[in-house]
């Protein structure tokens, strides 16, 4: 796809009211994080618990922290009043697309070596080539994920920052060679471990998942558009704006809070525990990335929606500089 936009900075009238309300949106996004990792590692209590008066005497900490995620934002606001919508949208899209860049490269990195150590696990590759108190600590997932998969997401991190391509088609790409691996290695040498199994299902969820948000950026979600169609392109703006906050943003915080709402909740449960699949030391031990795997999604969705907003309400503005997308060649 190729891109028609303004980028400049400034231009048209002050647009407090919207830009306040994405950037109080980020901001405590950004407060709720810190405050699911204060409770998951150090046991402050998070929203949900103050909210159910449950907090006690640190019931202040994650208030302090919500009021000063959504104060930052909206103070950012007010203090780059004439900052334009679409400069701003495009800002955040840029830093989420940044995001799922760093996840995908991840999940490349994390497929290929877990799958090799998956491997050595079945095959004794590694045998009398490292210690068997190392062999033993690979067959951990306590191991395996601070030591093996951390460092990865850190250089997957790090890769993306200088490597600009998303490189989606990349990983549909290793998605259908991991499959046709399995084809051949069945129906060929009569062979299959299930780890192989298992990288598949790591990758097309991190495909489906992580993918999401750069669709919505490409207009590329099935939109049922009866109506829509006909509508010019300040009433599109109108629809688009409410529905990315009654639809697109509700949906995405109803994920973030029932999955990270406690330490018991369905995203959070499996990261604390490193959990693995019942295949055991056969298969990878990512399962507990492929729960949070619904965390990213919602997310990138969610900072995704919020730059919509901005782009649909500069629409809504009649503003100059509408982006339109063509198919690349044309």
């Known amino acids: 796809m190729s891109y028609t936009a303004d980028l400049s900075r400034t231009g048209g ?16 996004l950004a407060a709720f994080l810190i405050i ?26 994650p208030l302090l922290i919500g009021l000063l995620g959504i104060g930052g934002g909206i103070g950012f606001a007010l203090s ?30 994390i497929g290929f070596v877990d799958a090799f150590i998956a491997m050595s696990r079945v095959e004794g590759f590694l045998n009398g080539v490292v210690s068997a108190e190392l062999m ?47 084809v051949i290695s069945r129906f060929v040498f009569s062979y299959e471990q299930a780890l192989m199994g298992d990288l598949v299902r790591y990758w097309y969820a991190a495909l489906f998942l992580f993918a999401s948000a750069y669709t919505l950026f490409d ?17 599109k703006g109108f629809v688009n704006a409410w529905g990315s906050i ?35 030391p056969t298969g990878l031990y990512v399962k507990y990335q492929m729960a949070a795997f619904l965390g990213v999604f919602a997310i ?17 503005r009649d503003e100059p500089g509408h982006r339109t997308v063509t198919p690349t060649g044309h």
Request: charged share 10%; with cysteine; net charge positive.
């Open 13 to 28: 009238a002050p647009a407090l009211l919207p830009r306040a309300f994405a950037w109080g949106m980020l901001g405590f």
């Open 136 to 182: 033993g600590s690979l067959g951990r997932s306590r191991f395996i994920g601070p030591m093996v998969h951390a460092p990865l997401i850190v250089l997957g991190a790090l890769i993306a920052f200088w490597h600009r391509g998303l490189g989606f088609h990349w990983l549909a790409l290793l998605i259908v060679g991991a499959e046709l691996a399995i």
């Open 80 to 109: 780059t009043p004439h900052n334009a919508l679409r400069w701003d949208a495009m800002k955040i899209h840029g830093f989420n697309t940044y995001l799922i860049r760093a996840c995908f490269w991840s999940v490349v990195l």
């Open 36 to 61: 699911n990792v204060l409770n998951l590692g150090w046991g402050i209590p998070n929203l949900a618990d103050a909210f159910a008066g449950r907090a006690g005497g640190l019931i202040w900490v």
């Open 300 to 316: 990138t969705m969610l900072i995704q929606f919020v730059s919509y907003f901005l782009e649909s309400v500069a629409d809504k």
């Open 219 to 235: 207009d590329g979600h099935v939109r049922v558009d009866v109506f829509y169609a006909g509508f010019g392109k300040t009433k």
């Open 246 to 280: 009654l639809l697109g943003m509700a949906t995405a915080w109803v994920i973030i809070w029932i999955g990270l709402g406690s330490k018991t909740s369905i995203i959070n449960s499996p990261v604390m525990n490193l959990e693995i699949t019942q295949s055991g």
